[in-house]
Nanobody
């Protein structure tokens, strides 16, 4: 049984930082591309960071320079370090593990709220 369990969300003031974690089980973690997505109310889910099995990272311009994705294959965990948070970063953040169109898995999501 595949499980992706996110943690680390919460309420933070603008300019603050949070570190999200996603612990994976039931998959051969090291061969999967991992990603973090977010979905704000009334908006589509969007990619905020991805990391390939070889460690290549990708970010949209909206978070580039503020967010950093990393992975620890020994712990089957992917992280998202979020700095200089803005109110528009408020969303539910989801972890994704992707190998192909069939082997594609999602976590349950963790809420991030940026507000003073």
């Amino acid at each position: 049984q595949v499980q992706l369990v996110e943690s680390g969300g919460g309420l933070v003031q603008p300019g603050g930082s949070l570190r999200l974690s996603c612990a994976a089980s039931g998959i051969r973690f090291s061969i999967y591309a991992m990603g973090w997505y977010r979905q704000a109310p009334g908006k589509q889910r969007e990619l905020v960071a991805s990391i390939s099995d070889s460690g290549t990272t990708n970010y949209p311009d909206s978070v580039k320079g503020r967010f950093t994705i990393s992975r620890d294959n020994g712990k089957n965990t992917v992280y998202l370090q979020m700095n200089s948070l803005k109110p528009e970063d408020t969303a539910v953040y989801y972890c994704n593990a992707h190998l192909n169109s069939i082997l594609d898995y999602w976590g349950q999501g963790t809420q991030v709220t940026v507000s003073s």
